[in-house]
T-cell receptor, first 115, second 111 residues
């Protein structure tokens, strides 16, 4: 969905470095999510936010932190990257005010490689 | 943990044939959704079926839901090369409505 953007699209970094992945949306949605996808697996939820003041851990939050700077921006940080965090990372949004309120809209993904 | 498990993991069919993929899940749900992912890209929502619905159609897509068996199927009729992608089911349950995704079916349409 072009209304959900992620930066950077690709990133190679070294073990121990701090990395921030950013997500912005112009859909006006209140809910935002971060997922990671490993080869051959589905998406695993890292963190989710139902509004600016609401941050919740997902299934695999260890080693990650997030910040919801505004309704439109949700960033994911890896404080000290490790090789097994090499994965494809997706941001998604949803709108709690619609009938299909948990239909999610995904960004294009960030491919992160930790050496 | 994965709530949904898709079956088969991979499927190859000739263009024009119908493709069927299945999803089983473990706990009670409020709704079930199907998403498509083209290689390395973000997921795109295809269709949502609520727990009180048994069948739903959208274009060439037909989704069924059997809550007694905790399973769903996605049928794509008259397949096209552009349907080549991975397909994921996702379930929403509980009060907070976050989604839990399955492991996906990789569909290849042979021209």
């Amino acid at each position: 969905d072009a209304d959900v953007t992620q930066t950077p699209r690709n990133r190679i970094t070294k073990t121990g470095k701090r990395i921030m992945l950013e997500c912005s949306q112009t859909k006006g949605h209140d809910r935002m999510y971060w997922y990671r996808q490993d080869p051959g697996l589905g998406l695993q939820l890292i963190y989710y936010s139902f509004d600016v003041k609401d941050i919740n851990k997902g299934e695999i939050s260890d080693g990650y932190s997030v910040s919801r700077q505004a309704q439109a921006k949700f960033s994911l940080s890896l404080e000290s990257a490790i090789p097994n965090q090499t994965a494809l990372y997706f941001c998604a949004t949803s709108d709690s005010q619609t009938v299909s309120y948990n239909e999610q809209f995904f960004g294009p993904g960030t491919r992160l490689t930790v050496l | 943990s994965q709530q949904g498990e898709e079956d088969p993991q991979a499927l190859s069919i000739q263009e024009g044939e119908n493709a069927t993929m299945n999803c089983s899940y473990k706990t009670s749900i409020n709704n079930l959704q199907w998403y498509r992912q083209n290689s390395g890209r973000g997921l795109v929502h295809l269709i949502l079926i609520r727990s009180n619905e048994r069948e739903k159609h959208s274009g060439r897509l037909r989704v069924t839901l059997d809550t007694s068996k905790k399973s769903s199927s996605l049928l794509i009729t008259a397949s096209r090369a552009a349907d080549t992608a991975s397909y994921f089911c996702a379930t929403a349950s509980g009060g907070n409505e976050k989604l839990t995704f399955g492991t996906g079916t990789r569909l290849t349409i042979i021209p």
